[in-house]
């Protein structure tokens, strides 16, 4: 029996796919999917959903692992085990607007998708603020008028670049994470260690 990973669609994938090929996986039937959302690979089928529903997938034992970004393990706090890091998917949250615009008197607005850990982030630093969630292009609202600010993941920066804005506040940095289903951990440890064990990347001690 082999194991079912979730993976997140999109630029986590790709850097995955990157990340199995440097460890000798025969990638190949991932890279020719085409639009199928299920691939069975010689050591595992992988599935492929967005962030969120691979951590759905991945709590309720659909698949036994999963690769997510941190930003959502931070937002959703799913029911999952948190494996490891991986060495990709590196960002940071941010507070992010227009550079001009000073923080206002009244209640300030952020745009954001992550209401949880953006309230959180203010209510530590003893600040209230009123929360406009989006699901995307989040980038949009304090050009159109919407919010004073974002709260958002930076990669490259070039979202913010090619839309004005710029970065006015670190939060936190994350990365991509390997989760596991708990039960999964239990029942399948044979078939999934040796899996677990060619992700684990060891930090260059400086
Ligand atoms: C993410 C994030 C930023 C951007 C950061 O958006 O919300 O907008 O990527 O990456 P960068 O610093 O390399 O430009 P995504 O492209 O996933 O789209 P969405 O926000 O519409 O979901
Ligand atoms: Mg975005």
Excluded: H
């Excluded at 034992?61 to 890091?85: K, N, R, S, T, W």
């Excluded at 309230?119 to 929360?131: A, E, H, M, P």
């Excluded at 949009?140 to 004073?148: E, K, R």
């Amino acid at each position: 029996m082999k194991p079912v990973i979730a993976l997140t669609k999109g630029r986590l994938e790709k850097q995955f796919i990157q990340f199995l090929k440097e460890r000798n996986y025969d990638v190949n039937p991932l890279l020719d999917k085409g639009r199928k959302l299920q691939v069975e690979t010689d050591d595992f089928f992988a599935i492929f959903a967005k962030g969120t529903d691979v951590a759905t997938y991945v709590e309720y034992g659909i698949a036994d692992l999963g690769v997510v970004g941190e930003d959502i393990l931070l937002e959703v706090q799913p029911d999952v085990f948190d494996l490891l890091p991986f060495p990709f998917g590196k960002c940071r949250f941010a507070i992010a607007g227009e550079p001009s615009n000073l923080t206002p008197l009244k209640k300030q607005r952020i745009a954001t998708k992550y209401p949880n850990i953006t309230t959180k982030y203010f209510r530590d630093q003893g600040k209230s603020v009123d929360i406009v969630k989006l699901e995307g292009s989040v980038e949009l609202a304090p050009l159109l008028g919407l919010a004073d600010d974002i709260v958002d993941i930076v990669e490259t920066g070039n979202t913010l670049k090619e839309n004005g804005l710029v970065v006015k506040e670190e939060m936190l940095t994350i990365s991509a994470r390997l989760i596991a289903n708990r039960n999964s951990l239990k029942l399948k440890r044979s078939i999934l260690t040796p899996l677990i064990d060619s992700f684990r990347v060891e930090e260059a001690i400086i």
